[in-house]
């Protein structure tokens, strides 16, 4: 059976901190404990908690190792989902429609997760229109395990990493990047500037391989 994902509201985007502090309670766990396990200050957590502070991929994953939870879980809403068969042979699907999915809105970048519904994903689409126009602006290069593919829908980003120098991608090109390199795309032409971005592992490969860091 097709699974649709409707696109999401501005009362569920806003529920993520509430999720997130109820997953973390419903596990046992202080704000300084899931903190020192996700690997961020505890008052940054405390922000996410209280939809005070966006979520950016690299937090997002971090969390949702700590939690131990896929990340479809997280955007349902519900950590109670039983895990999805191996997708080998299960013939599962998601059908996403235009303009839908579950959208995270930042500084830098506002993301778009199609397919959010499907759990223990081999690989995150992730829809990203690009607003930082210059490094200085972004901040913080971000980082996380894993590979990532890039292919510019509209305008022009500039990659900045921290091995390379800036690459411009126009509409039409693409990139593939070790994404564990401190990375950040800027907007590069006037008007929107989006881009697919397909990162390699999802929540569940980073809690199977967290011991192996």
């Known amino acids: 059976m097709s699974q649709e994902t409707p696109k999401n509201t ?8 509430v999720y997130l502090r109820q997953l973390r309670k419903k596990r046992g766990m202080t704000l300084a404990e899931a903190s020192e396990k996700a690997g961020l200050p505890t008052s940054t957590l405390s922000k996410i908690e209280n939809n005070r502070v966006s979520l950016s991929f690299d937090k997002l994953l971090r969390i949702c190792r700590s939690l131990e939870i896929d990340i479809a879980e997280l955007f349902s809403g519900d950590a109670t989902v039983p ?12 059908i996403t429609r235009a303009g839908s999915g579950y959208s995270i809105e930042t500084p830098n970048y506002a993301h778009l997760y199609p397919a959010a519904d499907l759990l223990n994903k081999c690989i995150v689409p992730i829809v990203a229109e690009v607003r930082a126009r210059s490094l200085e602006q ?11 593919y890039a ?5 022009a980003v500039d990659l900045y990493t921290d091995l390379y120098a800036p690459t411009r991608l126009e509409k039409g090109d693409s990139i593939y990047f ?15 500037c989006r881009i697919l971005s397909i990162c390699s592992a999802d929540a569940q490969h980073f809690i199977d391989n967290a011991h192996k860091a």
């Open 138 to 148: 972004f901040g913080e290069l971000i980082r996380h395990p894993g590979e990532e």
């Open 83 to 94: 895990a999805a068969p191996s997708p080998t042979a299960s013939g599962r699907r998601s």
């Open 10 to 17: 501005d009362a569920a985007v806003n529920q993520l901190g």
């Open 151 to 155: 292919f510019v829908l509209e305008g």
């Open 178 to 192: 070790d994404s564990g390199m401190g990375h950040a795309y800027i907007a590069a032409a006037d008007g929107p």
